[in-house]
């Protein structure tokens, strides 16, 4: 197994959080980075397993006091990785997987040349927006942002390192562990 940090970036609604689910359950070694963010909790989502739901307030401090390793605002709230939880998995050895939106993608390029940096791409934009609708979890107004996001980001997919279309879940899947070395 390869050890080190690998970031997965990809619009939303392209399946991001199922791959990285599917993966973590079949290989429990895998250590998946948990964000930290101001958006309101999901159906479901618990604090500290899915995220760390932060007040803006809290937010602020922590980007002040340079606790994370990468941090942006998307679609109308903050999202960032906390740093000392990711530099001690790495230090025990542990692949780590980090899900971040484009421009935190770019930071980490930056602070951690040796990342390799993975973007899912949908196999179209109409499937993308599918995905999202049929989700239910977004507003209208969230669909749109998230989908004039997903522009910008398909068309920044040639600066990564690899590129994966999830049309098929499981064969998504298996070129992923092939990507990080878990296959
Ligand atoms: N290969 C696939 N084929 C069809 N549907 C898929 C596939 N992968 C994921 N989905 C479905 O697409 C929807 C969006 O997936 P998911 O929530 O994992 O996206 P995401 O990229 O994590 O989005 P966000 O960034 O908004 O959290 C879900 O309903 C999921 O079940």
């Known amino acids: 197994m390869i050890s080190g940090l690998t970031t997965l970036t990809g619009p939303s609604g392209v399946g991001k959080g199922t791959l990285i689910k599917n993966l973590v359950e079949r290989h429990p070694s895998i250590w998946l980075s948990i964000s930290a963010t101001t958006r309101f909790p999901r159906k479901g989502e618990v604090h500290g397993?899915?995220?760390?739901f932060l007040t803006p307030e809290a937010f602020k401090q922590e980007i002040k006091a340079k606790r994370l390793l990468e941090w942006a605002e998307f679609s109308g709230n903050?999202?960032?990785?906390?740093k000392e939880p990711v530099l001690i998995q790495l230090g025990r050895g542990r692949p780590v997987?980090?899900?971040?939106?484009?421009?935190?993608a770019r930071q980490i390029r930056d602070s951690f040349p040796a990342t390799f940096q993975i973007f899912i791409a949908p196999p179209s934009f109409e499937e993308l927006e599918h995905r999202i609708r049929s989700r239910k979890t977004e507003s209208e107004d969230s669909i749109r942002k998230r989908l004039k996001q997903a522009k910008i980001e398909?068309?920044?997919r040639d600066?990564?390192?690899?590129?994966?279309?999830n049309r098929n879940l499981e064969e998504t899947l298996s070129q992923?562990?092939?990507?990080?070395g878990v296959k």
């Not at 997987?97 to 935190?104: D, P, T, V, W």
């Not at 992923?176 to 990080?180: G, T, Y």
């Open 78 to 82: 903050f999202y960032g990785t906390p």
């Open 49 to 52: 397993k899915d995220y760390l």
């Open 97 to 104: 997987i980090l899900e971040i939106e484009l421009e935190g």
């Open 176 to 180: 992923l562990e092939r990507l990080i």
């Open 154 to 156: 398909i068309e920044a």
């Open 159 to 165: 600066e990564f390192d690899a590129v994966l279309i």
